[in-house]
């Protein structure tokens, strides 16, 4: 399995597809999960004639479960390890929640040549915690709660998310999938509990905006509005305002985790921005 190590002895696991020559779209997954989280996005643009890269964050999946650096400047820093390693230019950056959060902090900072396009999915950007200048955001209490369920009893809890709000198996006449579930349960339990309780603070305190009003790329904002984890409102429509070239598409009672419940639509969306 191919890894990177960072400049802290840090092994980065990722998954690198396709032809080398082919425009490179690099996948950031969402909290707690690993690059398998993509794999119906992936595959998809694989058969496009994509290259397809996607790696698990420190701490998640199979890369090392880190103690420290679990927040935005370490994870972006990650990333552009990775992208110098592999020399991907022009390359599409699409994130998923944290991921979006990951894909924002790393594009503000790229080096030239080598971002065309970001995407950021159902993203926590421009900022999750509730304050005086975010009256609209969710509660530190919430956060709190995360931590705690973490602490008592991950493995339960990494059940309660994708059992509930995250694929809005929650709402009546949903459509539940125990495979889904499983998997999402299998993913979270591959990483480190540390670095997963350090990741909370990381995706829901970090304030995005000034990497949103620096980026000049074109970038697709994508959410559903029925995302119960990170709600629409105070997210999507101020992250696509704060953008210099952002574009939003909202999906009428789409959960946070669209991408997999409704790829037939995500996907063929995402390809339009991409060519277009």
């Known amino acids: 399995m191919p890894f ?55 701490g998640h999946g199979r890369s090392t479960q880190t103690w420290e650096g ?50 950021i999915i159902g993203a926590v950007p421009p900022i999750m915690l509730k304050s005086d200048k975010n009256p609209g955001g969710l509660p530190l ?56 309780y350090d990741c909370i603070k990381a995706f829901s305190e970090t304030d995005f905006t000034e990497d949103l009003q620096k980026i000049t790329v074109p970038v697709l904002v994508m959410h559903g509005d029925d995302d119960q984890i990170v709600p629409y409102a105070d997210s999507a429509p101020l992250s696509a305002k704060l953008l210099k070239n952002g574009t939003l598409k909202t999906y009428p009672g789409f959960p946070h985790g669209m991408c997999t419940t409704h790829p037939e639509v995500i996907n063929p969306d995402l390809l339009a921005f991409i060519k277009g």
Do not use: C
């Open 141 to 196: 209490e919430v956060f709190d709660g995360f931590r705690a369920a973490l602490v008592a009893n991950r493995a339960q809890f990494f059940l309660d998310i994708p059992t509930g709000p995250f694929y809005g198996f929650n709402r009546p006449g949903a459509k539940v999938s125990q495979g889904v579930i499983e998997n999402w349960w299998r993913q979270g339990m591959m990483g480190g509990a540390k670095a997963h």
């Open 4 to 58: 990177i190590k960072t400049h802290d002895g840090t092994e980065i696991f990722y998954k690198d597809w396709g032809k080398k020559d082919a425009q490179p779209i690099v996948f950031h997954h969402g909290w707690p999960l690993s690059a398998d989280d993509w794999d119906a996005q992936m595959m998809f643009f694989l058969e496009k004639g994509f290259r397809v890269i996607a790696h698990d964050r420190r």
């Open 70 to 119: 679990n927040e935005m400047d370490t994870y972006a820093a990650d990333v552009a390890a990775l992208t110098d390693h592999l020399d991907l230019k022009n390359a599409v950056h699409i994130g998923h929640s944290t991921g979006g959060g990951e894909v924002v902090h790393y594009v503000a900072r790229a080096k030239p040549g080598r971002v065309a396009k970001a995407v």
